[in-house]
């Protein structure tokens, strides 16, 4: 029978190497007892055989789990740790097996272990013990950790607090950081730790941090949990917080809002600058729509197409986007579906001289094919972006109808992007109360495979353009 003691101190590399050499030379768990000690004297009760460098292959994943496990308070843990290692030797695959017990086992360990480590960074509290030397000054705080995690967590206040001396106290082991050297010693009873002068700010802190119209004990405890208050200078206020609790939640609910801090005011001023109407000089806007950055589309496109027509019109017409000949030429409906809507409307007796035509998006979005450029549709955010100037036009001609010719029009104008072929021949509105009649667009009818559903869709663009004849 093997007898080894791990000391409190060093305990994941002396375990890993005589765990390590218990299994190069084929030592089985049940000749082994693992036991722990707080200091380092009696350290091997029998020298386990040392192993051969090389001859052993463990998994990263286990040396991970044992790196954390092995700093438990189950005084099993190292016997666990190594009894698992061995069935490990003839079945790798047991690190993935979720349904091994033992792996269950060492996993909640190791769960426990990081949750008290997790509660150390969050509980440990420091007092100013004075100055050993000029330069640095030197700090103390006792800590009784479930687990043995001083060790463990160390670098985590050696990088936190690296510009000071501190010691932080445990019954088990106490860690030492001294001139930037961090050292570990063995655990000293509690310390009669001075009162710190920072303390009372730090209370303060805590009680006007602490909202009671949030108030959920049961997660407050479980986060703060009771055996760490003893030692956490805030503790001390929670009775009379918890208490208190709903008395200051009613006040708060019955006093007048705070008002917003300064900054508030000035995100305010910038999020109604991106949202607001534009308010541009009389007879800038299409200038204004000439220069637009507003999205990266202008980047491709040959130019932006403003809208065409009288500025008093009493019908505005809104198509998607200027297609390939409208890009080149700068003027709206000119191409094919531009021709086939002139044919329509001629057809239901709108004339076009008299209408404001124009589009959701100003700029030609397109996908190059070799020489050709394909339409591609609009985004919602192009179309959210391009909407301020269609929002301008539409404040500027006032019309006494607006006909919105296909999705993107219809979602730019009324906000709703559901399909067209169930709402057309009907009237929305828009934001502000202007009636829109959603219709086709001409390119849809185009699209159609073959002459008979073209002249169908032809039709019912006709009848909504006469409805819109009649409205005016
Ligand atoms: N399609 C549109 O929606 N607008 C145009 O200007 C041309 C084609």
């Known amino acids: 029978m093997q007898h080894v003691v791990i000391p409190d101190i060093g305990a994941a590399q002396i375990w890993r190497e005589k765990a390590r050499g218990f299994l190069a030379s084929g030592i089985a768990p049940d000749q082994i007892l693992w036991g722990e000690v707080s200091s380092d004297a009696d350290l091997f009760a029998t020298q386990p055989p040392a192993h051969k460098q090389g001859t052993i292959t463990v998994p ?29 030797r003839t079945a790798p695959h047991l690190m993935s097996d979720r349904g091994d017990s033992d792996l269950a086992r060492l996993r909640n360990m190791e ?48 990088k936190r607090f690296a510009d000071m001396d501190w010691r932080i106290v445990t019954p088990h082991v106490s860690a030492i950081f001294e001139q930037g050297r961090l050292s570990f010693v063995t655990g000293q009873p509690k310390p009669d730790l001075p009162d710190d002068a920072s303390e009372d700010l730090w209370i303060t802190y805590f009680r006007n941090i602490f909202n009671p119209a949030r108030l959920k004990v049961q997660a407050m405890q479980s986060e703060m949990p009771k055996k760490y208050w003893k030692n956490l200078p805030e503790a001390a206020s929670i009775p009379d917080l918890i208490a208190n609790a709903p008395t200051r939640a009613r006040q708060m609910a019955e006093s007048a809002p705070t008002l917003p801090p300064k900054r508030m005011a000035q995100v305010q001023a910038q999020l109604a600058a991106c949202t607001s109407a534009w308010k541009g000089p009389e007879g ?24 065409e027509g009288p500025k008093d019109a009493s019908l505005m017409v809104v198509g998607e986007q200027p297609g390939d000949m409208e890009d080149l030429h700068g003027k709206p409906f000119i191409g094919p579906a531009g021709q086939l809507f002139d044919d329509v409307a001629a057809a239901a007796s709108l004339d076009r001289t008299s209408t404001y035509i124009t589009n959701a998006v100003k700029h030609f979005k397109f996908q190059a094919k070799g020489r050709r450029r394909i339409h591609q549709r609009p985004d919602a955010d192009e179309i959210a972006h391009c909407k301020w100037w269609l929002d301008a036009e539409v404040d500027q001609v006032k019309p006494e109808l607006i006909v919105a010719m296909g999705a993107t029009a219809a979602q730019a104008l009324t906000g709703n992007g ?55």
């Open 60 to 88: 990263r994943s286990f040396v991970a789990l044992a790196n954390t496990v092995v700093w438990h308070n189950d005084p099993e843990r190292f016997a666990r740790l190594y009894a698992f290692l061995w069935r490990l």
């Open 111 to 158: 769960k426990n272990v990081r949750r008290c480590q997790h509660k150390m960074k969050a509980f440990v509290r420091f007092r100013e013990i004075g100055c050993e030397s000029d330069k640095r000054r030197s700090f103390a705080a006792w800590f009784e950790p479930t687990h043995h995690t001083v060790e463990p967590t160390a670098q985590f206040f050696v």
């Open 284 to 307: 800038a806007l299409e200038k204004d729509i000439a220069a637009c950055t507003r999205c990266p589309l202008h980047r491709s496109a040959t130019q932006a197409v403003l809208g």
């Open 418 to 472: 559901a399909s067209i072929l169930s709402r057309r021949g009907q009237i929305e509105h828009t934001a502000t109360g202007q009636p829109v009649l959603v219709t086709l667009h001409p390119a849809y009818l185009l699209r159609q495979p073959d002459a008979q559903r073209r002249s169908e869709a032809k039709d019912l663009l006709l009848n909504d353009l006469e409805v819109a004849t009649r409205f005016l």
